[in-house]
């Protein structure tokens, strides 16, 4: 049975840091690329970043290269998402899945609630 958890999320002032990790289970982590995906109150989920199984070649959203980073500990079958320089817009639940496209490819998790406010 797949799972994935995600934590580390958390209310931050613009500008500051965060960063979540996702454990997955229940499948061969390592031979998948792992994605974050965050949906903001009335607006549906998007893709953020991605980090594929060979290479560990990363790819962003527009809205966040350059201030997160996407990485993968195979040993552990984690995905963690660092995040600085933090907006409000950024304002959303965060949640991980396999692959890279605009859906997962297992249900989803509860994600992790992050909130950017002063």
């Known amino acids: 049975q797949v799972q994935l958890v995600e934590s580390g999320g958390g209310l931050v002032q613009p500008g500051g840091s965060l960063r979540l990790s996702c454990a997955a289970s229940?499948?061969?982590?390592?031979?998948?690329?792992m994605s974050w995906y965050r949906q903001a109150p009335g607006k549906e989920r998007e893709l953020v970043a991605v980090i594929y199984a060979v290479g560990g070649r990363t790819n962003y959203a527009a809205s966040v290269k350059g201030r997160f980073t996407i990485s993968r500990d195979n040993a552990e079958n984690t995905v963690y998402l660092q995040m600085n320089s933090l907006k409000p817009e950024d304002t959303a639940v965060y949640y991980c899945?396999?692959?890279?496209?605009?859906?997962?490819?297992?249900?989803w998790g509860q994600g992790t609630q992050v909130t950017v406010s002063s």
């Open positions: 229940g499948f061969m982590f390592s031979r998948y690329a």
């Open positions: 899945n396999a692959g890279g496209g605009l859906s997962g490819l297992w249900d």
